[in-house]
T-cell receptor
Framework: GESVGLHLPTLSVQEGDNSIINCAYS??????FIWYKQESGKGPQFIID?????DKRQGQRVTVLLNKTVKHLSLQIAATQPGDSAVYFC???????????FGQGTRLTINP | NAGVTQTPKFRVLKTGQSMTLLCAQD?????MYWYRQDPGMGLRLIHY???????AKGEVPDGYNVSRLKKQNFLLGLESAAPSQTSVYFC???????????????FGPGTRLTVL
């Protein structure tokens, strides 16, 4: 069935280190993927997106990698800062299904 | 611009009571969505709208109704609240449908609803 999940529910990193948050998806018809950041008490905020015809896309301090062979998506945050503390979740757009499927999320904690 | 706003922020209902959640956006977006977020689960789509006067069912529509009388507003109604509807509700809007290149869904701050 269709599912978007995360390998780890929590991740703690030292301030200044790089963070990698992973996401697995199961639907081979998914053609577009998004990463969201959700801070406590707030709504999700778009971070970066990637299409299925790409394997990498970079933003400011963030990089998304897509491996369609193993249906895996990752979000890399460079030089993690205290403001990066949040829940991060991925979403996939299933082509033709007209819906986004959201993952449960990974809580990222930054240690000083 | 305020973006997407939601009222109220918090609400406690008794089983069987009714209420309406209001979502407003000032970005002139055609598409609006209502999601619920529950612990351990991803956001799930309740209903959505592709334009003023139109609505459609999402993944979990039972127990909810919606209306889009004005382009900027999307209302979510609970006619007879049940404890299973305890959740955080998010409204979102976007310029075009679903996900597309740089077609970001903008989310509101959420409404935390508890049904006793």
């Amino acid at each position: 069935g269709e599912s978007v999940g995360l390998h780890l529910p929590t991740l703690s990193v030292q301030e200044g280190d790089n963070s990698i948050i992973n996401c697995a998806y199961s639907n081979s018809a998914s053609d577009y993927f998004i990463w969201y950041k959700q801070e406590s008490g707030k709504g999700p905020q778009f971070i970066i997106d990637i299409r299925s015809n790409m394997d990498k896309r970079q933003g400011q301090r963030v990089t998304v990698l897509l491996n369609k062979t193993v249906k895996h998506l990752s979000l890399q945050i460079a030089a993690t800062q205290p403001g990066d503390s949040a829940v991060y979740f991925c979403a996939e757009n299933i082509s033709g299904a007209q819906k986004l499927v959201f993952g449960q999320g990974t809580r990222l904690t930054i240690n000083p | 611009n305020a973006g997407v706003t939601q009222t109220p922020k918090f609400r406690v209902l008794k089983t069987g009571q009714s209420m309406t959640l209001l979502c407003a956006q000032d970005m002139n977006h055609e598409y609006m969505y209502w999601y619920r977020q529950d612990p351990g689960m991803g956001l799930r789509l309740i209903h959505y709208s592709v334009g003023e006067g139109t609505t459609a069912k999402g993944e979990v529509p039972d127990g909810y109704n919606v209306s889009r009388l004005k382009k900027q507003n999307f209302l979510l109604g609970l006619e007879s609240a049940a404890p299973s509807q305890t959740s955080v509700y998010f409204c979102a809007s976007s310029y075009s449908m679903w996900a597309g290149w740089n077609n970001e869904q903008f989310f509101g701050p959420g409404t935390r609803l508890t049904v006793l």
